[in-house]
């Protein structure tokens, strides 16, 4: 139900978008959030935008990350600017809070310093 695509490997200061395809029925729960995990570490959320488009961003983020939706398009998008080594994780998309059983199998970002 939850498809990220967009994960890479980039160098310190580099940039990726990140996308989310969404099944109708996760995507009506209204408020879709961005995860993401490092290895060893537990899954945080780390931003998240309603229907109309009110957003938030975890401090680690905030300022370098934005995240958007095409409601039309049941997609979601993260857009990483900035990007530094330790956020170098999974990154997974889903509802907040999340459906357990609609997580996908996230997308890699590796940041290289």
């Known amino acids: 139900q939850l498809v990220e695509s967009g994960g890479g490997l980039v160098q310190a200061g580099g940039s990726l978008r990140l996308s989310c395809s969404v099944s109708?029925?996760?995507?009506?729960?209204?408020?879709m959030g961005w995860y993401r995990q490092a290895p060893g570490k537990q899954r945080d959320l780390i931003a998240y935008i309603d229907a109309v488009g009110r957003i938030n961003y975890s401090e680690s983020v905030q300022g370098r990350f934005t995240i958007s939706r095409n409601n039309a398009g049941n997609m979601v998008y993260l857009q990483l600017t900035n990007l530094k080594p330790e956020d170098t994780a999974a990154y997974y998309c889903?509802?907040?809070?999340?459906?357990?059983?609609?997580w996908g199998q996230g997308t890699q970002v590796t940041v290289s310093s």
């Open positions: 109708g029925s996760i995507f009506r729960k209204n408020v």
């Open positions: 889903n509802s907040y809070p999340p459906v357990a059983r609609a």
